[in-house]
């Protein structure tokens, strides 16, 4: 089944503290992992995507194929990073590129 | 580009009623995705449409939920009979090709009362 994992419903850390945002993922062939995230009030945008292997805003993300994982990264969280995050997932060569996504994770850094 | 257009922004229906939301989406992209978003959850695909047709419909209800993208006007999901269960947010996203970056508009959120 095609599914996408986030375990962690809500991430509090401070400001500096590194940052680790989980997600695995259970797909049969070969899929195209992104990241995106929804600030206050705001729509919901891509941060990253696997294969442009782009760090944006600091963040990164590894496809880690052994692990089923894509974990978001970043050394020092900011502030301005608070913010909900989901991981979704498209099959590469999938008709039409619909995305499944996770339950996502609030990430909270606090001052 | 004012981006993805959804309207309206809230809607109220009373359980037996018809819920219809649009979305506009950017300029010069055919491609047009519905997302269902319920409390707690994560967003759940519900349909894939190009102009005119509809591609995949694999993750729409099979009852009272339908969709469509006209070649003039907005693309439009309906709801029939809405129950409470409906209550959601819904989500439109649009892309210029199939697999590009998808570009969201800020959701219709309905209630049923």
């Known amino acids: 089944a095609q599914r996408v994992t986030q375990p962690e419903k809500l991430l509090s850390v401070f400001k500096g503290a590194p940052v680790e945002l989980k997600c695995n993922y259970s797909?049969?062939?070969?899929?195209?992992l992104f990241w995106y995230v929804q600030y206050s009030r705001q729509r919901l945008q891509l941060l990253l995507r696997h294969i442009s292997r782009e760090s944006i805003k600091g963040f990164t993300a590894d496809l880690n194929k052994g692990e089923t994982s894509f974990h978001l990264k970043k050394p020092f969280a900011q502030e301005e990073d608070s913010a909900m995050y989901y991981c979704?997932?498209?099959?590469?060569?999938?008709?039409?590129?619909?995305?499944?996504f996770g339950q996502g994770t609030e990430l909270s850094v606090k001052p | 580009n004012a981006g993805v257009m959804q309207n309206p922004r809230h809607l109220v229906r009373r359980r037996g009623q018809e819920a219809r939301l649009r979305c506009s989406p950017m300029k010069g992209h055919s491609h047009v995705y519905w997302y269902r978003q319920l409390p707690e959850e994560g967003l759940k695909f519900m349909v894939y449409l190009q102009k005119e047709n509809i591609i995949d419909e694999s993750g729409m209800p099979k009852e009272r939920f339908s969709a469509e993208f006209p070649k003039e006007g907005p693309s439009i999901l309906r709801i029939q009979q809405v129950v409470r269960g409906d209550s959601a947010a819904y989500f439109c996203?649009?892309?210029?090709?199939?697999?590009?970056?998808?570009?969201f508009g800020p959701g219709t959120r309905l209630t049923v009362l």
């Open positions: 797909y049969s062939g070969s899929p195209e």
């Open positions: 996203a649009s892309s210029p090709l199939p697999g590009n970056e998808q570009f």
């Open positions: 979704a997932l498209s099959g590469r060569g999938n008709q039409g590129g619909k995305l499944i």
